[in-house]
């Protein structure tokens, strides 16, 4: 089956500490996206990337960094340097501009302990 | 940043009702509308999508677009218990290549 993985689940962070949440599809997209979404808000835009090696910072890309090597995985990185990191976390592919769906996967919860 | 505006609810409706979902946005360049279903705790899933003035029908679900008002609704004809979630608005950016999505409006639907 086609779709997009999320891993892990539910993800715990410590005061200081760069976290990484996973992010692969077979779909075969080039485009793709991570969005934040807190609860009884919508989705926020922190980054996209339309083609391998090149990314664009979203509406709240501060103390979040991203990687494109391969088509199939986009990987955020939740830094230090962002001090409210508590939130649902989607990451998305497809092509909106042609009035196609995105494909979100199933998630991760991000906790600060 | 181009704003995306929703009522955030709830809004309750009898089932069977019809429950209307309304959305204004902006930016008056935008071209592509898509409304989206979300389930507590879970992804959101595309319902329809509409980029012409007017009326696009999808089974119960009708989503209507008024680009000189900056306003499309989404109308649920005979609303069911499992239509309760929440309704996500999105509109294509300006870069014309990522959606920005509305607060949402929380729809319950009662027995």
């Known amino acids: 089956d086609g779709g997009i993985t999320q891993s892990p689940k539910y993800l715990f962070r410590k005061e200081g500490q760069n976290v990484t949440l996973s992010c692969e599809q077979n779909?075969?997209?080039?485009?793709m996206y991570w969005y934040r979404q807190d609860p009884g808000q919508g989705l926020r835009l922190i980054y996209y990337?339309?083609?391998?090696?090149?990314?664009q910072k979203g509406d709240i890309a501060e103390g979040y960094s991203v990687s494109r090597e391969k088509k199939e995985s986009f990987p955020l990185t939740v830094t230090s340097a962002q001090k409210n990191p508590t939130a649902f976390y989607l990451c998305?592919?497809?092509?909106?501009?042609?009035?196609?769906?995105?494909?979100f996967g199933s998630g991760t919860q991000l906790s600060v302990l | 940043q181009k704003e995306v505006e929703q009522n955030s609810g709830p809004l309750s409706v009898p089932e069977g009702a019809i429950a209307s979902l309304n959305c204004t946005y902006s930016d008056r360049g935008s071209q592509s509308f898509f409304w989206y279903r979300q389930y507590s705790g879970k992804s959101p899933e595309l319902i329809m999508f509409?980029?012409?003035?007017g009326d696009k029908e999808d089974g119960r679900f009708t989503a209507q677009l008024n680009k000189a008002s900056q306003y499309v609704s989404l109308l649920i004809r005979d609303s069911q218990p499992s239509d309760s979630a929440t309704y996500l608005c999105?509109?294509?950016?300006?870069?014309?290549?990522?959606?920005?999505f509305g607060k949402g409006t929380s729809l319950l639907v009662t027995p």
């Open positions: 779909l075969n997209h080039d485009a």
């Open positions: 998305a592919s497809g092509y909106p501009a042609t009035n196609e769906k995105l494909f």
């Open positions: 990337s339309q083609i391998v090696n090149d990314f």
């Open positions: 509409i980029y012409s003035n």
């Open positions: 999105a509109v294509l950016s300006n870069s014309g290549y990522a959606l920005n």
